[in-house]
């Protein structure tokens, strides 16, 4: 398999559930501002869509979009646990954790990478974060990780995605088991991997 990713976007959910996964795959850097490939390649070619994860299969197909890019990945390898079985109310549990990581997080972030968006804006978005994130901190105030004592891909994705927090500008002294959460998750040989092939 081959991820085409960019250092610190999205795609690195997906980077860290392959090593945790430990899956053979090749990784493709992607330049999402000229949507070129480090081989040169037109990556609309890849995905349409033009954005990253992109993760090319085994046989040629190529799966995007990060909740399902990640649960493909921890159902290639299920004795690592990194999501529930398929068709168990724990799995539609770890999907509701994806969608809110997706489009309540992820999404608000986004305003913040814009630098044609107003101040204004950015104070309403980060309203939106401020709001959704006490919800993951109440969760993680009882549990080591979004699902429990497990990681998965969950967890990945948040990860990732929490590491845009300050960024953003949001009060991080609010959340402290989140900032407990971001520790536990770096400390993972696989995340430190990740991070210094990425050059994070």
């Known amino acids: 398999m081959k991820l085409y990713y960019s250092p610190g976007a999205s795609s690195l959910a997906t980077h860290i559930s392959l090593r945790e996964?430990?899956?053979p795959f090749e990784m493709e850097r992607v330049d999402l501002r000229e949507k070129k490939t480090e081989s040169g390649k037109?990556?609309?070619?890849?995905?349409?869509k033009g954005a990253v994860p992109a993760l090319q299969l085994d046989?040629?197909?190529v799966l995007t979009e990060g909740c399902a890019v990640l649960q493909y990945v921890a159902d290639l390898a299920p004795e690592k646990k990194l999501a529930p079985a398929a068709g168990s109310m724990a799995r539609?549990?770890?999907?509701e954790w994806l969608?809110?990581?997706a489009t309540e997080l992820h999404k608000n972030f986004?305003?913040?990478f814009n630098k044609a968006m107003l101040d204004p804006c950015k104070e309403v978005f980060k309203g939106n974060l401020n709001r959704y994130l006490a919800v993951v901190e109440k969760q993680l105030s009882s549990t080591s990780f979004l699902m429990g004592d497990t990681f998965t891909v969950a967890d990945a994705y948040l990860f990732t995605v929490s590491r845009y927090c300050r960024f953003a500008g949001v009060d991080m002294d609010k959340y402290?088991?989140?900032?407990?959460?971001?520790?536990?998750v770096a400390a993972r040989e696989t995340v430190k991997e990740a991070l210094k092939f990425e050059g994070l």
């Not at 539609?92 to 999907?95: A, D, K, N, S, T």
């Open 59 to 61: 046989n040629g197909e």
């Open 21 to 23: 996964a430990d899956l």
């Open 110 to 112: 986004s305003p913040f």
């Open 42 to 48: 037109d990556f609309y070619q890849v995905n349409p």
């Open 92 to 95: 539609y549990r770890l999907m």
């Open 99 to 101: 969608n809110l990581i």
């Open 176 to 184: 402290p088991s989140l900032q407990a959460f971001q520790q536990r």
